[in-house]
């Protein structure tokens, strides 16, 4: 057996196991961990709308929630290892991508690749907290310190300008995308009855425009702390979802958006149930 055919028993086996049944399980997992983070952030987003405003509405405080209920510290690093499974599904993804043509797998791959550090970054700061340290933080402090150390390199304005407008393109797909239903593609419909894709419709609608927004909204603080070479102005999660009671339409904004990122999480469940791995 030459050298290219053992590559190729060796590619061909890698593949295998980057399809099979643990990368799947790791995958769904990885839904239910995200989909469980969404919900706490969504009912801590309506408790603010609702006059309760003490503790954070990001992922620092739904890892507080969780901390303080019974077996929590054992909660969190479930959930930590199920944030591993969605970065090594992601993972697995680009480097096995495949379907359509060269540019299309190689921008497939690239997305997957930008989504395995997303999940590996928040998967790391979940069990930094189960750990004890204080690697999850304020979600508006980090895009402060963020900020702040991009402000100082040069051209530092323009990388955080770049960065913002970046994620306000960012959210916006993923709203836009929400309300086409692309998610539709993925899943196994012949398995799932008539409420059932109901269901997922109103929650991956509801959720992905509500999360899309989010995100796009903390792209634009961003990008004013960029203009206004400000870097308190950048905004996490929780001020930007506060931020949304300041407008003219109240705390209802708020709410809309909260009970979006509530649907969001039961749509990260169906997606653990019904998504084709």
């Not at 299309?104 to 930094?128: D, E, I, Q």
């Not at 204080?134 to 770049?162: C, F, H, M, N, Y």
């Not at 993925?186 to 425009?209: C, E, I, N, P, Y």
């Not at 400000?230 to 001020?239: H, Q, S």
């Amino acid at each position: 057996m030459n050298a290219r055919t053992m590559t190729l028993h060796g590619r061909a086996g890698a593949r295998k196991v980057a399809n099979g049944s643990v990368v799947e399980s790791a995958a769904r997992w990885g839904f239910v961990a995200r989909g469980v983070i969404y919900l706490l952030v969504g009912v801590l987003a309506l408790h603010i709308a609702f006059g309760d405003g003490g503790r954070q509405a990001d992922r620092g405080g739904a890892l507080a929630e969780l901390s303080e209920q019974p077996f929590g510290s054992l909660l969190l690093w479930t959930l930590g290892a199920g944030l591993v499974g969605m970065a090594l599904w992601r993972l697995s993804e680009t480097l096995f991508q495949a379907g359509g043509g060269d540019d299309h797998r190689t921008g497939k791959r690239l997305l997957s690749a930008g989504r395995c550090l997303f999940y590996a970054f928040v998967a790391y700061s979940v069990l930094a907290f189960a750990a004890g340290e204080s690697g999850s933080g304020s979600s508006d402090k980090q895009s402060q310190d963020v900020t702040a150390r991009a402000l100082e390199l040069p051209a530092g304005q323009w990388i955080v300008g770049v960065a913002g407008a970046g994620v306000v393109v960012a959210g916006a797909w993923v709203a836009v995308r929400a309300a086409l239903r692309k998610y539709g593609r993925h899943l196994k419909r012949g398995a799932m009855s008539r409420r059932a894709r109901q269901f997922v419709d109103v929650t991956g609608v509801g959720g992905g425009v509500a999360r899309g927004l989010l995100f796009a909204a903390v792209g634009v603080f961003v990008v004013r702390a960029a203009i206004a070479y400000e870097p308190d102005r950048a905004k996490g999660f929780d001020d930007t979802l506060r931020s949304f009671a300041g407008t003219p339409a109240g705390p209802w904004l708020l709410v809309l958006v909260a009970a979006g990122l509530v649907l969001f999480g039961f749509f990260s469940f169906c997606m653990a149930r019904w998504r084709r791995v």
